[in-house]
Nanobody, 124 residues
Framework: QVQLVESGGGLVQAGDSLRLSCAAS????????VGWFRQAPGKEREFVAA????????YYADSVKGRFTISRDNAKTTVYLQTNSLKPEDTAVYHC?????????????????WGQGTQVTVSL
């Protein structure tokens, strides 16, 4: 089992950057793929990015490709989402989720463990 805690969200202006962190408990963290998903008010949950359990594969939604970067530090049991050139449409609650031995799926149904989320608000 793994527990996830997100941090790093905040209120920023368009064009700014934030680094979101997903800190995990548990000694087996390195066996988990981690995905980032977001949900804006009145909208469905949306895939943002994912990294495989090996760390060798990363995946991005088209809407964030070239602006967001996902990475992991297994020694710190943390996955990061560097978000650059933020836009108002990036405003949402961002959740990280873990999938044991996953390859980094875009489907939220693959992920068994979820964090509570961190709010990102981007103003004009």
């Amino acid at each position: 089992q793994v527990q996830l805690v997100e941090s790093g969200g905040g209120l920023v202006q368009a064009g700014d950057s934030l680094r979101l962190s997903c800190a995990a408990s548990g000694r087996t963290f390195s066996r988990y793929a981690v995905g980032w998903f977001r949900q804006a008010p009145g909208k469905e949950r949306e895939f943002v990015a994912a990294i495989s359990w090996t760390g060798t594969s990363t995946y991005y939604a088209d809407s964030v490709k070239g602006r967001f970067t996902i990475s992991r530090d297994n020694a710190k049991t943390t996955v990061y989402l560097q978000t650059n050139s933020l836009k108002p449409e990036d405003t949402a609650v961002y959740h990280c989720a873990a999938d044991q031995y996953g390859d980094g799926s875009y489907s939220y149904t693959r992920y068994k463990y979820w964090g509570q989320g961190t709010q990102v608000t981007v103003s004009l």
